[in-house]
């Protein structure tokens, strides 16, 4: 889930779509690349290493399919319907390149081509390449080779660590805010998740290459990286001394490369909080006070129903040391209703550990069938207006907190990072350290800096302030 999309609690079936940053720049008889990117930030961190693996080979980025000589639909297979919207995509741009661009070439990236794989080829003749997540390095060759032999190409291996190896060391990035990935996959196996099966085991990337990566960020003038990867406290990985570091220690070392002044990191699994990171949260202030720690249910029958490996205690108990360490640290989670068994007590569990704990903001859904899950054959599933009682009851108190927690900020002066102009004249847009959005009046030349403002006013999703003198 990205960021960048904090205090919106959405429904399972309204997936994110992210159109890819147009800004790399590419060689002279340049080709046109439209990347259309659905779900969540590794995708969006995805998309733009594609537009750099392109970039040498004469492709840029544009806003629209309409003159694209290579459309890449790159997907993402945690919600409902995900290979359907694709196919749905696919009749589209079939009809697009009959009519307008006969020789147009059609890619499909991501989980959803990970998980469907030669079937999308079968079902959709219009798709030339289907790839995998860990295959994108290879995107300029399987190019080569639909063009040589007009056939299709399918590559959906896993090998994270050749992708990170082979992907160009230099990244093109638009903007003061840019996401990492250091890890990727996971081995937890959630009975009603996905992505074990579509992203593979969980693999660290090395330190070096992290750092190298951050500090060409800054060269750019990124002043805010958010480290990311499907279980990124699952970080381990050997640093320059030759121990094995986890994420608390690479934090550390991320915040001693200058002009990179916030950092950030998703998603964690409870699992995996361990003391290290805890003091790092507590001691090191370039880390913004801003913590996703989904814990999917307060009930712990469903916690093991959906191979959690932690009840609501551990939870509780972690938060508390996390709270200790950092007091000002927001809160945000993941919450499922409606997994199977689900009783109205055990919901009630989950309304007590939201009262509990107290969120400054949250993402939550229904159940909903992934086939090939093992939540996909439990008994007990929940009726969908049930589910959907629920969701509302949830949401409601979710959204009273993340309301009362930005109130709470009036009166405070808060550091922000412009990211640009607002939507009204002379209005500038930036982000608090809790990921709110804020708008405030500001002169043009704040952009990109990080400045103080007052917060003056809160609503459910957003502040407004004006500038500390
Ligand atoms: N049904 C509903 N929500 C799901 N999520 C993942 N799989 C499902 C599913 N089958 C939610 C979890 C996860 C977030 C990214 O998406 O809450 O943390
Ligand atoms: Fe999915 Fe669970 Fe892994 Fe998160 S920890 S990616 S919910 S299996």
């Known amino acids: 889930m990205s960021p960048h999309e904090k205090n919106v609690a959405r429904d399972v079936d309204t997936p994110a779509i992210i159109?890819?940053?147009?800004?790399?720049?590419?060689?002279?008889?340049?080709?046109?690349?439209?990347?259309?990117?659905?779900?969540?930030?590794?995708?969006?961190?995805d998309s733009e290493r594609m537009a750099d693996v392109l970039a040498p080979i004469g492709y840029a980025p544009v806003d629209t399919p309409d003159h694209a000589d290579l459309v890449i639909l790159n997907t993402c297979h945690i919600r409902e319907k995900a290979a359907e919207k694709v196919y749905s995509e696919l009749?589209?741009?079939?009809?697009?390149?009959?009519?307008?661009k006969p020789d147009m070439k059609v890619a499909v990236a991501g989980c959803v081509a990970q998980a469907e794989g030669a079937e999308i080829m079968r079902r959709a003749p219009v798709v030339d390449m289907v790839l995998g997540p860990q295959t994108y390095h290879k995107l300029p060759e399987m190019i080569a080779k639909v063009h040589r032999s007009s056939g299709e190409v399918l590559e959906t291996e896993f090998d994270t660590i050749e992708k990170f190896d082979q992907l160009p060391k230099h990244r093109s990035v638009k903007g003061f805010s840019a996401f990492l990935t250091v890890q990727e996959g996971c081995d937890k196996f959630c009975t009603f998740c996905v992505v074990p099966y579509t992203r593979g085991a969980e693999v660290s990337r090395n330190v070096q290459q992290i750092v190298d990566e951050a500090r060409g960020l800054a060269a750019q003038g990124v002043r805010e990286i958010t480290l990311i990867g499907q279980n990124v406290n699952?970080?381990?990985?050997?640093?320059?001394?030759?121990?094995?570091?986890?994420?608390?220690?690479?934090?550390?070392?991320?915040a001693l490369i200058g002009g990179i002044d916030r950092i950030r990191f998703t998603t964690s699994h409870p699992r995996d909080m361990d003391d290290e990171l805890i003091r790092v949260i507590g001691e090191e202030p370039k880390l913004m006070p801003y913590?996703?720690?989904?814990?999917?249910?307060?009930?712990?029958?469903?916690l093991r129903a959906m191979n959690r490996d932690h009840?609501?205690?551990h939870y509780k108990q972690l938060i508390a040391k996390i709270r200790t360490a950092r007091p000002e640290i927001a809160l945000s989670g993941d919450f499922i209703v409606g997994f199977p068994g689900e009783t109205e007590l055990d919901f009630e569990e989950t309304m007590r550990c939201v009262e509990e704990i107290g969120y400054a903001s949250s993402f939550s859904f229904k159940y909903s069938i992934r086939p090939g899950t093992p939540g996909a054959s439990m008994h007990r599933q929940v009726d969908e207006d049930v589910k959907q009682d629920r969701l509302v009851r949830l949401q409601e108190l979710l959204y009273t907190q993340q309301e009362a927690h930005n109130k709470s900020l009036i009166g405070k002066t808060l550091s922000v990072l412009v990211e640009g102009a607002g939507r009204k004249g002379g209005q500038l847009f930036g982000r608090s350290p809790y990921l709110t959005g804020t708008h405030f009046d500001g002169p043009e030349n704040l952009i990109g800096q990080i400045v103080d403002v007052t917060i003056t006013e809160a609503g459910r999703n957003s502040l407004v302030g004006v500038l500390a003198r």
Not at 27 to 39: C, D, E, R, S
């Open 291 to 302: 913590l996703h720690l989904p814990i999917q249910s307060g009930s712990n029958k469903i």
């Open 234 to 254: 699952a970080y381990i990985a050997e640093g320059p001394d030759g121990t094995q570091w986890g994420l608390g220690q690479l934090i550390r070392h991320v």
């Open 91 to 100: 009749g589209r741009i079939r009809k697009h390149k009959e009519q307008n």
């Open 311 to 313: 009840t609501y205690d």
């Open 19 to 45: 159109a890819a940053k147009p800004d790399v720049i590419a060689p002279a008889n340049t080709k046109k690349v439209f990347i259309k990117t659905y779900g969540c930030q590794m995708n969006v961190y």
